[in-house]
């Protein structure tokens, strides 16, 4: 079976905890991975090679997903990250 993973560019986190996650589902259950990302293959390769995982990468030429609309590193303003993902969905609709 074939596991498809999309995995949001933004920093290291969501793509080295993604490739655990992808780890764990090729060795006990048996999954071949395809991971659809902007983030580096490097960050997939270090964890997976080490396992002898083999692993299908393509990088997006755009984001997964927009975030979260942040003013400052603590707060997130949710009305602001909502429109964004709205526009997003919607801008799909027109390509």
């Keep these: 079976m ?3 993973y999309y995995v949001s560019g933004h920093g290291f986190g969501h793509a080295s905890r993604s490739a655990e996650v ?10 071949s991975l395809v991971f659809r990302t ?3 293959e490097k960050i997939f390769s ?14 997006l030429d755009h984001p997964v997903d927009v975030g979260a609309v ?13 429109k964004a993902y709205v526009e997003k969905i919607y801008s799909r609709f027109d390509e």
């Excluded at 992808?22 to 999954?31: N, Y």
């Excluded at 090679?49 to 393509?58: K, L, M, T, V």
């Design 2 to 4: 074939k596991a498809v």
């Design 46 to 59: 270090e964890t997976l090679e080490s396992y002898q995982i083999p692993f299908e990468y393509s990088r």
């Design 38 to 40: 902007q983030a580096a």
């Design 70 to 82: 942040q003013p400052s590193p603590f707060i997130v303003d949710a009305g602001e990250t909502l």
């Design 22 to 31: 992808g780890r764990h589902l090729a060795q006990q259950g048996g999954f």
